[in-house]
C-alpha cells in the first residue's frame, strides 16, 4: 500500500512514497526524476551491502561469517522501509534484517541466476529526511555487529531538460551527459570527492554534498535524468573480488548524509 508523505519549509516541499524520496520542489520548480517518465523506473534508491555487478563473482560474497548470495547493488532494495515518526519537517524510516534470512531477488529469473539473498549479519539501516532553509539533508544510519563489511551507495535521479546540454563540477573537472553515456552501464567515476554541482539548464543548479561516502558516480541512458550516486567505493572498472578484504568494516554504527540545495 502507498503511502505519501509531505514536508513543508519556506520555498520547498518535499514528497517521499514508501521512504523513497520522489519530489524536491523549490519554487515549485521539480528537481527530481519522475517515475514513469523515460529512464529509471525509481527516483531514489539505496547499494547495500554491495555496489556493483556482482555476477562476475558468482554473486557471493566471502565474508568471515561464511559466504553470502547478493545481486547487483546488494538486497536493501528488496526489503521495505516503515516509517518510525515524522512532522511536517522530518522523517524517519527504518528497514531491519535478521541474519540469514532468504530475501526473493526482483531480478529473477529475467536477469539473475539466483532466486534468493541472504546476508550473514543481523543490521538496521535508517534513512532520515529533514528539509530546513529549503535544503533537503538525507541521512543514513547502520547499526550491526562490529566488523560487519558492506559497501553503502545512494541513488537518486535527477530531472534535466532533455537537451543534453547539462554539465557538472567537481574537483574542478567538467562532466558533460556525452561522458556519462561514454561510461555505459559502469557509471562514470568521481573519487575523492564531496561534493558536486548540476549546472542546470532550465532551473537553478543544485550542489549536492555528502560526508562519509568520499566518491560518486554517474549513469543515464537518456537526456531527462541523471542518477547521481554518492558511493563509498567504486568497483566497476576493477577485478575486485567481492569480499570483507575489499570492504568497508563495520564501526557498530555508522553514519553518512548527503545535502542537496538549489544555487
Known amino acids: 500500500m502507498s503511502s505519501k508523505l509531505f514536508l513543508k519549509n519556506k520555498n520547498s516541499t518535499v514528497t517521499i512514497e514508501n521512504g523513497e524520496l520522489i519530489s524536491f520542489k523549490k519554487d515549485n520548480q521539480e528537481y527530481i526524476h519522475q517515475k514513469g517518465n523515460k529512464g529509471w523506473r525509481n527516483s531514489d ?4 551491502p554491495v555496489i556493483g555487478p556482482i555476477s562476475k563473482n558468482n ?7 561464511g559466504d553470502a548470495t547478493q545481486d547487483q547493488h546488494g538486497l536493501l532494495r528488496e526489503l521495505n522501509y516503515s516509517l518510525i515518526s515524522s ?25 539473475s541466476t539466483e532466486k534468493k539473498l541472504f546476508w550473514p549479519f543481523d543490521f538496521t539501516f535508517e534513512k532520515i529526511f529533514t528539509l530546513k532553509n529549503d535544503i533537503l539533508y538525507i541521512e543514513f544510519i547502520i547499526n550491526s555487529d562490529i566488523g560487519m563489511p558492506f559497501m553503502l551507495g545512494y541513488h537518486p535521479a535527477f530531472l534535466l531538460s532533455n537537451t543534453g546540454k547539462e554539465i557538472l563540477e567537481s574537483n574542478g573537472k567538467k562532466i558533460t551527459l556525452a ?36 566518491n560518486f558516480m ?21 577485478d575486485q573480488k ?3 578484504q ?10 553518512f548524509s548527503v545535502k542537496i540545495k538549489t544555487i
Open 246 to 255: 575489499n570492504m568497508r568494516l563495520s564501526a557498530g554504527k555508522n553514519s
Open 87 to 111: 512532522d511536517e519537517n522530518w522523517a524517519k524510516y527504518i528497514k531491519k534484517y535478521s541474519k540469514n534470512t532468504l530475501i526473493n531477488n526482483s531480478k529473477f529469473p529475467a536477469k
Open 45 to 48: 534508491d539505496e547499494m547495500f
Open 179 to 214: 561522458d556519462v553515456y561514454k561510461a555505459g552501464s559502469n557509471a562514470f567515476p568521481i573519487l575523492n570527492s564531496d561534493k558536486i554541482v548540476l549546472k542546470n539548464i532550465d532551473r537553478k543548479n543544485l550542489e549536492i554534498t555528502t560526508k562519509g561516502f568520499h
Open 59 to 65: 554473486f557471493k560474497v566471502h565474508t568471515k561469517n
Open 218 to 238: 554517474l549513469w543515464t541512458e537518456v537526456d531527462n535524468m541523471l542518477c547521481i550516486e554518492p558511493i563509498t567505493q567504486y568497483t566497476s572498472y576493477t
Open 242 to 244: 567481492f569480499s570483507e
